[in-house]
């Protein structure tokens, strides 16, 4: 094992591994350091990978303090979070400038619902499963396409009362098919 000393001599004179190496040693430390100046996470990360290609091309001027460049990676990331954070204000300065013009509505909602909707008309179908297909044939026309007892009939080419008795049967297995799966809503 290196001592940072080695790491720093070796950086200095262009040696990758003593890169890695101070990489593998205070990446976390320098992350947490980047977290806290930031308070982002991915704000973070952006500047962890920043300051250890900052140091790279500053490897030079590399140096120990008590017998650790981490004094010196750290001086580094402050810079650096200093430099995101002012490069973030501005450009949000500059985005508040830009006139509003229309306000997009908030679809979460509607995509929730349409989640609702999918989830309950999976319920319905499988319970359609259950039926007769004649009894999901007049449930299809009647109930869903608007039919009336007469158009269903004329449709299916039987007589009205065997919609109506036909229909009712429907609903109300349907409706008992659907009973346990409305308690898991």
């Known amino acids: 094992m290196h001592t940072e000393a080695e790491l720093v001599a070796e950086l200095r004179e262009g040696g990758s591994f003593a890169l890695g190496e101070l990489f593998d040693r205070h990446a976390d430390r320098v992350y947490n350091h980047c977290f806290r100046r930031t308070g982002s996470w991915d704000l973070a990360e952006d500047a962890t990978s920043a300051v250890f290609l900052e140091l790279w091309r500053a490897r030079e001027r590399a140096r120990l303090h008590d017998d650790s460049a981490l004094p010196w990676i750290l001086g580094i990331a402050t810079n650096v979070c200093h430099n995101l954070n002012r490069k973030r204000r501005r450009h949000l300065r500059a985005v508040s400038r830009i006139p509003r013009y229309d306000i997009v509505p908030d679809h979460s909602d509607a995509v929730a619902g349409r989640l609702d909707d999918e989830r309950r008309m999976a319920g319905l179908l499988e319970a359609l499963d ?28 039987i007589p009205v009362g065997t919609v109506r008795s036909r229909l009712s049967r429907a609903r109300r297995r349907l409706a008992a098919a659907m009973t346990p799966q409305i308690g898991k809503e």
């Open 130 to 157: 259950e039926l007769p297909k004649r009894d999901r044939e007049l449930i299809a026309l009647v109930a869903w396409s608007g039919l009336s007892y007469e158009q269903a009939a004329a449709s299916l080419e």
